[in-house]
Structures are given as structure tokens and as C-alpha cells.
């Protein structure tokens, strides 16, 4: 069977297509034809070896999929071959077929397309953890997304909307600003690009402080780093919460005065930790998700699809910020 693997620490450029041994399922698994695998930030980082999960190589990227089973390991109930399914791989999603645990496949609804289900899970649960279990977000306070028309940022809008928050968006072009309005969000703010010096910060955080008005922003979802996190955290209300989401810009260095002057929390923002400590809770979380999903309050964004032996682009794209919400790999 085919498979993009990494066999050396790099860029998208490095990966390489190559048939493989097609694997079985063991007890407790799962054996899936994968029929799409959206694309994320980690697949960006855990190929140049710069992600906190670091598998033997040659692995494959991609870390949401969506299939069929193909067959059930020893012991497994409830699944049959045909179901349909999606799953959080971690990495190795970019293969014809995969195995995998079979606690972790969730069914996917008969009218949803796997293309539409592979590009769920990841952002969808991350968004959600951040907003409701991090971030404590109520009906009626403001929130703030940064990078609001990538994959995490989309799905914040909408989450932020259907809790009933006040939603500004923070973007980089009209393009993704427009993107950002349809997705529900109250206003958008475009942001210019960095590096920025003394006087660029202060501008970025007026621009940050005029959008969200005079009470600040009672959350901050940052899924972007750099020099964004402290001109976003200047604009924050007394006793807002911060949420720290990722670094495509770069980690941040947060002046710490700040939290002790607005009595704000930093939080970071793990949805693979909260899902491996309370499986329970994220259950419930994805089960709200669907429910959102079938009311029409959320739904997956897909820009655009690759086939595998393009995936690498599909990556590149993600890692040079040129994708609006999700990019998925389809495979026949």
C-alpha cells in the first residue's frame, strides 16, 4: 500500500512516497482504509522533528483521519466492517490503511462526508476545551481570536458564537477577514505582518484595544506566538483569560507585569494531554460538537484538497500561513 513518509528530519520537500506492508489489527484494533486526512499545525512541526511527539522513522504525517473499517481486531465489539468512522492518529494518517485502537474511532453520520469528518476533530475539540474548560467563556463577554481564519481560529469563531460570546477576529488579509465574518464573528481586525519593533507592538496592541473597546477582551485565544501574544495581551480585561494555543509566529516572551496588573491568567491550551487525562470529558465535549454540527452552529471549512502524492504541499501551504480554515488530503 502507499504512504508519505518521513525518513529524514525537514520540510515537506523531504517527503517521499513508497509502498508499504499493509498492517493487521491486533487485539483492540482496528483496521481502517483511510478515505481523507485533514492536514495540521503538527504535521508542520513533527516531520522537522520540532513537535513534543517524536515517532521512529520512516512515519507518516497526519493526525486526523477518516474511513471505513476494514477489519476488527480480537475482542473488539461495536464495530463491524464498513462503519464509517473518524480518529486523532497523532501522526500516521497519510496511508491507504491504518491501525488503530479501536476506543478512539468516533462514528461518522451517514450524511457527512469523509472529507467534512476528517477535518472535525482536532480543531473543532482543541477550540472547544480552550473556550469552555481554559477559558471559562460566558454568554455575552468578549472574545478575542487571533489567526481567526485557520483551522483553530474558524472553529473558535463559531464555538465563541454558539456560547454566546461577543467574537472579534483578528487576521492578516481581507481574504481572511471576510472568511472569518462568514464564519459568525462580530468583527475582524486585519493585522499587519511582523516582526514588529517598539512603536509596531505599541500600534498592534492600540489596533487590538480599539477592536475589542474600552471593558478588553474577557478571553484571548492565541494560536499564533511571536510578537502578536503581548500587543493581544495588553488588550485584555480585568481577570481575562489568555489562552496560549500555538507558536507559528514563534514562541512569545510575556512580560509578566501584565498579568499582575490586569489579574489575568495565562492558560496553556494541551487538548492531546486533556484527552489522555479525562477521556470522559472530551467524549462529552465531541458529543456537543456533533450536536452543533447537525444544528448548523459549526462545519468544518475546507479550502482545499490534495491527493497523497501532493500532500507535501497541502503541509507547506498550512506552514506558509496560505490556507483558510482546513486543507485535506482525499484518498480513492
Given at each position: 500500500m502507499k504512504a508519505l513518509l518521513s525518513h529524514q528530519p525537514g520540510g515537506p520537500e523531504t517527503l517521499r512516497l513508497d509502498e508499504i506492508a499493509e498492517p493487521a489489527p491486533g487485539p483492540g484494533e482496528l483496521l481502517v482504509r483511510v478515505r481523507a486526512c485533514a492536514i495540521n499545525f503538527p504535521d508542520v512541526l513533527i516531520i522537522e522533528d520540532k513537535y513534543q511527539l517524536k515517532p521512529p522513522r520512516p512515519f507518516s504525517p497526519g493526525s486526523e483521519i477518516a474511513g471505513e473499517v476494514l477489519a476488527v481486531g480480537e475482542g473488539?465489539?461495536?464495530w463491524s466492517p464498513g462503519d464509517r468512522l473518524i480518529a486523532a492518529t497523532g501522526y500516521g494518517g497519510l496511508v491507504e490503511k491504518i491501525v488503530i485502537p479501536a476506543k478512539a474511532g468516533i462514528r461518522l453520520p451517514s450524511e457527512r462526508t469523509f472529507e467534512e469528518g476528517s477535518a472535525l476533530l482536532l480543531t473543532y475539540a482543541?477550540?472547544?476545551?480552550?473556550?469552555?474548560?481554559?477559558?471559562?467563556?460566558q454568554a455575552g463577554q468578549t472574545l478575542l481570536v487571533l489567526g481567526a481564519a485557520g483551522g483553530v481560529g474558524i472553529a473558535a469563531v463559531e464555538i465563541g458564537k454558539a456560547l454566546g460570546a461577543r467574537v472579534i477576529a483578528a487576521?492578516?488579509?481581507?481574504?481572511?477577514?471576510a472568511a472569518a465574518r462568514e464564519a459568525g464573528a462580530d468583527e475582524a481586525l486585519i493585522y499587519p505582518a511582523g516582526p514588529f519593533d517598539r512603536d509596531g507592538q505599541k500600534a498592534l496592541s492600540q489596533l487590538f484595544k480599539d477592536a475589542v473597546g474600552p471593558g478588553g477582551a474577557d478571553v484571548i485565544l492565541d494560536p499564533v506566538g511571536g510578537d502578536y501574544s503581548e500587543a493581544a495581551l495588553r488588550s485584555i480585561a480585568w481577570q481575562g483569560r489568555f489562552l496560549v494555543v500555538g507558536f507559528p509566529a514563534g514562541i512569545?516572551?510575556?512580560?509578566?507585569?501584565?498579568t499582575l496588573l490586569k489579574s489575568c491568567d495565562v492558560c496553556g491550551?494541551?487538548?492531546?494531554?486533556?484527552v489522555a487525562r479525562d477521556p470522559k470529558a472530551n467524549a462529552a465535549h465531541v458529543e456537543q460538537l456533533f450536536r452543533w454540527w447537525a444544528e448548523g452552529k459549526i462545519a468544518p471549512r475546507i479550502s482545499a484538497t490534495f491527493p497523497l502524492d501532493r500532500a507535501g504541499e497541502a503541509i507547506a501551504a498550512l506552514r506558509d500561513r496560505r490556507a483558510i480554515g482546513k486543507l485535506v488530503v482525499t484518498l480513492d
Open positions: 473488539v465489539e461495536g482543541t477550540a472547544l476545551h480552550a473556550l469552555a474548560d481554559r477559558g471559562r467563556l487576521v492578516s488579509s481581507d481574504e481572511k477577514a512569545a516572551n510575556l512580560p509578566l507585569n501584565l491550551v494541551f487538548w492531546g494531554g486533556f
